[in-house]
């Protein structure tokens, strides 16, 4: 036995499944996320140092998923779905009611928000799915997989949760067309989802019709419900293209933007920052996606093709839907900017998705070997 | 065909899912071109557009109201001054249930069924934004009661702003006048007077009296601030700062002391004085009685003030001395012979023998003195001194109407006399073209001889009074009367004195003006009709007393004060000037109801003088339990025939 120094050793070790080119990407991003809060909290450390916390936190889930081949990971998608849907029809059933919505369920010891769990579940349940059925996948395990994804969107939608809601939708959506659904059905179910439109905007809460009427025409309730899509509007667009300088932006300083260190948190960064400072943040998140696209191209299994594929593009989702609705292109829905808005639990599962990619990337080798 | 199925082919599964993942990378940069086009949109092509509407939303311009300027009287005494203190503000568009949010608070401060009434009536005139006091003045510990509760009450407030107030209450409601809230007649007003923004913040604006006509001199300049606010309104930090420029201060000609002197004097009478510096028109008192509490009206007054004040029988709200209007009496007779001497109608020593009523030719109605014996042999001097009735019906026959319009509306009858005060009447003075148009009548030579002795058509004020009594006792010299002496500007202290010069020369004959002035000086010397109330004095009085008929008396019928009640009994004047000589004062009294003039309202004109021209200040007078009692004690001291 050969005497090594214990430090390299164990240091190799530990970062033996930590992909350094994501890695890098994610820390540019989570930097710069708590810049942008420490001015959208006036340059008060609180909130800042909590965050540190959360990152930290989800640093190490991350490293823990990151250790684990993605085959046992597989062996869970069961339990945590099934686990995930018992809880979800608890909430539906006994939940606090919190924003008038139903999300939140007591379990004695701490309240848990079943929809997060339900991000990483639902896409894990469905790959296992189709790689279970690999081999013999016809019309109908499309549509068995399709009723795993609609189950739980169903019941998150009526909590009401319209956002978490798109991006489970999303991350289902994109395990089905990457796992090869025809595009004749896709086909089918785009004119099936045109011709229920009617039928499912009566199905909508009052406040999402009026979020959704608002981005037609934020001005016709400049103080009431269209007030966070203009002063979103209003920040970003007097941002200019070198921006206020750092919590110099008057939107953010002085109260008018609403919700600025969580879901319009983009919106402090665009004022301050800049349209060069947006292209800054763009060109990390393509950063990141790209490294996500390049492991996906990579992945050695149908279940991790599908996962990997899942991850990175949920993560841009996220992305799109918030930076779109803070731009006032798409309506508000609670949708955070990942990596960047205040908040654990969302931290958490985003970083567990990257941990899944890096567990991914690092295990093919030792597969093969 | 499943066999086919089973036997996959890994190659070209992974072709196909490559196919799929370029396609999402196409999508994900298609997405991306259009966020990125949205920024481009947003922050290069709108970012003027946006970068005007952070401005707007983080500036706001807020209006510094300035201080309201002082009204001092001509020696410094404070008629009308600020005070800082804390009211209790509503917002109504920021409540769901008002009544409840007062209640609530009705247990924290002392919240009266008047208060609650005001705030009523403020919430119906005003407009849903603005937050309106429910209580002013609050007390130190009411202050620090509700701070230590306000976070129950969104949209309630304590605010510190200065109040106006009156020191000498109802002895001056009537010349001061008060401020009020600016109601939506203000609004317009100020619109059409181009001075809306001026007022931009300001709550209140001078509604009646001196408050009112000197408006534009005491609101002062609205200054500006702009500040950096946030998007609860609440201001971060001062941009720009263009401090208020204080109101004026009026320094008036009126005497406080002098004025407080007469309210006093009028005991529990109601009437009206008005007394002039004859040499320069200063108003120096300026009486209409009953007065009114100027201080309930700031902040609107409650239902139950407002509606005593209206509907008492004395309408203290009425300025007597500005807008009352009523006969001459016998003070027109001075003017009177003045007119027979100048038309050449009366020469000084002619004499009539006056049998105690006057009839015209071929008529057996007969105007009756108001001595039934008659006053003998009279000329012009005894006329004015005995007051002979009989005189005076001949000489205004021989004038005719329109030779006594002439001339009497040189003195100021039947016009404005332009004194600084707004709402004034004019009075009349009749004449032949003014009846035709008002009556579609013509003039009957009876109309003529009642106008003789201030008993016809003819109406004045006791404002227009007092002018022609000072113009009379300047020789005919007219001075604008004016109760602004100077102009202090609010923050430097520069004067402005506005200049004082007559106005007009009447150019009366100095030997004619002698001759009244010395009737008049008998008037207050023993055998005249005001000998009692100035015997003793030290320098001589001009006067005349007057009485205004309140009911007509018929053919045969005689006066008696005691069988009338007491709103029908004649008005008292008295107009007087001294020294007569060198006069330095001179009013006009009206004593509502107070039945002869020597006996009520010369007393009051000795007062005033004895205290403008000796410095005497009148003992504190007891006032007589009520209003009736005082009216008795005069008809005990009234002797019987020293009627006029």
Known sequence: MIKQPLWPQLKRYLLLHIDPVLMLALSLLLVTGLIVLFSATDASWGRVMAQAGNITVALFCMWLVANIPLHYLMRTALPMYVFGMVLLIGVALFGEVSHGARRWLNIGVATIQPSELMKIAVPLMMARYFEKNEATLTLKNYFFAALLLLLPVALIARQPDLGTAVLISASGFYVLFLAGLSWRVMGALFVAALASAPVLWSMLHDYQKHRIMMLLDPSQDALGKGYHTIQGMIAVGSGGFLGKGFLNGTQTHLDFLPERTTDFIFAVFSEEFGLLGNLILLGMFIFIIGRGFVITANASTYFTRLMAGSVTLTFFTYAFVNMGMVSGILPVVGVPLPLVSYGGTSMVTLLLGFGMLMSIHTHKTLVQT | MKRRVELKNNQREIYYFRLRLALSIGFVLVLLFLLLSRFIYLQIIKHAHYQTLAENNRISVVPIVPNRGLILDRNGVILAHNYSGYTLEITPSKMTDLDSTIDQLAQLIDIQIKDRKRFKKLLAES???????????????????????????????????????????????????????????????LEDDDSASNYRGSDYIGKTGLEQSYESELHGTTGVQQMEVDAGGRGVRVLSHTPPVSGNTLVLSLDAKLQEIADNAFGNYRGALVAIDPNNGEVLAFISRPGYDPNLFIDGIDEDSWTELNNSPDVPLNNRALRGQYPMGSTIKPFMALAGLYYGKRAPSYTISDPGYYALAGSSHHYRDWKKEGHGMVDMFKSIVVSCDTYYYGLAVELGIDNMYNFLSQFGFGKLTGIDLEGETSGLMPSQEWKMKRYKQKWYAGDTVSAGIGQGYDLTTPMQLAFATAILANNGIGYRPHLVRQIRHGDSNDTVVPEVKPEFNLNLNPEHVALIKSAMVAVTQPGGTAAQASAGAPYSIAGKTGTAQVVGIKQGEKYNASQLSERNRDHAWFIAFAPADKPKIAMAVLVENGGHGGAVAAPIARKLMDYYLLGKVPPPVVPPANAHSGVVATEVAQPEPEHD
């Open chain 2, 127 to 189: 407009h849903n934004f603005e937050s309106l006091p429910i209580r002013n003045q609050l007390t130190d510990d009411e202050v620090a009661r509700f701070a230590a509760q306000s976070y129950r009450f969104p949209g309630v407030e304590v605010k510190a702003r200065l109040f106006r107030e009156y020191p000498y209450n109802e002895k001056t409601s009537h010349l001061i006048g008060y401020i009020g809230r600016i109601n939506d007649t203000d609004i317009q007003q």
